[in-house]
């Protein structure tokens, strides 16, 4: 099933692309309907997410010169993953707009819940956080994306319930559930990063001209790679 769309006319031919630690996603927003692959047990983000694209868009009679906006999933999540993403945008977008959405945000929106809790496992025994509210137009974040330890997460004092949202949820379900208290009406951690609901949050920033070139598009990472981190001694 995709995601559902935002109240707002939507422009087209509109390409998303997400990925994630072991999977790729694409998906083309025309004349008002998304159509969406995604592929499971993929590491390879550079081998597979444009073949998946030019596949789909061939079924659809399209081509890459028919694209009139590119969004991408900026992150938080995977660096490998987050990289190729937007370097593959960045190269589909080198005359056309680029839209950057958060991977929490689209995780919010394909619940399809009013207020979602969104815990992306980070490792290092953390995950990624962000908090948002549904409206007719996309997602709401309620607060800043951040990167926490479980102990740490908390919900704001709002009326109505919350909805834990993520693979977060599944790795650290105790500690989060207890952490967020009778606010906490339920958990779905079953819900990938898909690039449909890139797609759909894509609509109102591209309306409203919020958009990117290729030089300003960058991934979203919340904290330094294992790489770059500081070593201990």
Known sequence: ???ALPELPAPGPLVAL??????????VLLDGTLHH??????????LHLLPLLDDLLRDLGLG????????????????TAGRIVVATAQGLGLNLPLVSVSSLAAAAWASGRERAAVALEAGRGEV??????????GVDPVGEERVLAPEAAELPAMEGP?????SGWR??????????GQALAGTDADI?????????????PWHAGRVLTPAEAVPTYLRASYAEAPSRI
């Not at 692959?37 to 550079?46: F, M």
């Not at 694209?67 to 900026?74: I, W």
């Not at 790795?171 to 967020?180: K, N």
């Not at 990938?192 to 109102?204: H, M, Q, Y």
Request: proline share 4%; charged share 20%; with cysteine.
């Open 192 to 204: 990938p990063l898909r690039a449909d609901s890139v797609a759909a949050l894509a609509i109102e």
């Open 1 to 3: 099933m995709s995601a």
């Open 171 to 180: 790795a650290h379900h105790d500690v989060l559930s207890r952490r967020c």
């Open 18 to 27: 997400a990925g994630a630690a072991d999977a790729t996603s694409v998906a």
């Open 162 to 166: 919350w909805w834990g949202v993520g």
């Open 128 to 137: 990624y956080w962000g908090l948002y509210q549904r409206g007719t137009r």
């Open 37 to 46: 692959r995604y592929r499971e047990g993929v590491a390879q983000h550079s």
């Open 64 to 79: 890459r010169r028919d694209l009139r906006a590119v969004a991408f999933a900026r992150g938080p999540g995977p660096f």
